[in-house]
């Protein structure tokens, strides 16, 4: 079967992959669409160490091919978006609704694919850019099937992220400010989870004066094109402010954009070896550094909810696909994100 195979020096679409049968509490879907997020694109510059040769993808959506023994909430039909969360549900951290922090899967790649009989990684307990894949029952969620894969795609990484790093993690109340820094495809979803909270002003902002349009589609009050404008609008600072470049001197500026009690919540993804600086006496007001994991989400209540308000009209998800690509076609996908062309593009098999 095809797939989009890292093998630490080169990316290359390959149609020799191999995958086993799914086991006891595993889930075997074939894919139909999947997201292009930077995360992907960070194994391969170095940014996010990971074993290879990997098969690559994170962000996708398909419809149950088969199931393993044990598995009764999802049948061979059934349309899903997946999860990257392989948490083992039975220790500490998941017994008390914290998914993202099971201790049992972070760092323990699995390797159910094969290649020339040699195995093969899987990126983020998902490997979303294959034909098929297999994942943990606890990751597959089943969606109504009017929802169109392409956009159910987006659910499993981007939308959790931004969306949750909202609501599950700031929890952004009502009449709150908010500013967010970066709109690629984790600040939209952060836009509109803004929006959606009741936030009364939601500042966007970006480099690139041509993300205003989508920006403010998405749930922006204004938008600016420089952090030195924020308190212009906010004069003592903002309730919450999220980071979703990955630059520590944005990480600093956040910080000391804040107002009392103000959070900044760290999104985007610098080099494990990056350093931030800040002064300390800047929190002393009761302000909070946060970082926040895949919006501190818990997939199964959080991606039905979402699909609930897709279908309300209350979140956007058919906006946030910029592209489809053939999978193909990853280059041109991979370097139309790196140049920030596309909110989010979308491989599709």
């Not at 969360?85 to 017994?95: H, P, R």
């Not at 906010?234 to 630059?247: K, L, Q, R």
Request: proline letters at 6%; a negative charge; charged letters at 20%.
């Amino acid at each position: 079967m095809k797939a989009v195979l890292f093998d630490g020096e080169q990316v290359r679409v390959v149609d020799d992959l191999e995958i086993r049968d799914p086991g006891p509490g595993e889930v075997l879907v074939e894919i139909a669409a999947a997201g292009l997020c930077h995360s992907d694109l960070s194994v391969v510059d170095g940014t996010i160490p990971f074993p290879v040769p990997v098969v690559l993808g994170h962000e996708g959506a398909g419809v149950v091919a088969a199931v393993g023994p044990g598995v009764g909430h999802v049948a061979p039909g059934d349309h899903v978006s997946l999860s990257t969360l392989a948490n083992c549900g039975a220790c500490a951290d998941c017994d008390r609704g914290r998914p993202t922090m099971c201790r049992r899967t972070i760092g323990r790649p699995g390797r159910p694919f094969s290649r020339a009989g040699r195995p093969v990684f899987q990126f983020a307990a998902n490997s979303a850019f294959a034909e098929q894949t297999i994942v943990k029952a606890v990751q597959a969620v089943k969606i109504p099937a009017d929802i169109p894969l392409t956009s159910a795609a987006l659910i499993g990484c981007g939308v959790l992220t931004g969306v949750g790093a909202v609501l599950n993690r700031a929890r952004v109340d009502r009449g709150d400010t908010v500013v967010v820094i970066g709109t690629g495809g984790i600040g939209l979803n952060v836009l509109q989870g803004a929006r959606i909270a009741g936030a009364s002003a939601i500042v966007a902002v970006d480099t690139n004066p041509a993300k205003e349009a989508v920006a403010r589609q998405f749930g922006a009050t204004d938008f600016l094109d420089s952090v030195d404008g924020v308190r212009g609008l906010f004069p003592t600072g903002a309730d919450h402010v999220f980071e979703c470049v990955g630059s520590t001197a944005l990480i600093r500026a956040a910080i000391e954009l804040l107002d009392r009690r103000g959070q900044a919540v760290l999104l985007g993804m610098p080099s494990p070896t990056a350093q931030a600086s800040f002064l300390p006496a800047s929190l002393f007001l009761d302000k909070s550094v946060l970082g926040c994991r895949y919006g501190s989400s818990r997939p199964q209540h959080d991606i039905a909810l979402y699909a609930d308000l897709y279908r309300q009209d209350r979140l956007l998800l058919d906006e946030l696909v910029t592209a489809t690509y053939p999978v193909e076609d990853f280059a041109k996908a991979a370097d139309d994100a790196k140049h920030g062309r596309v909110a989010r593009g979308v491989l599709t098999f």
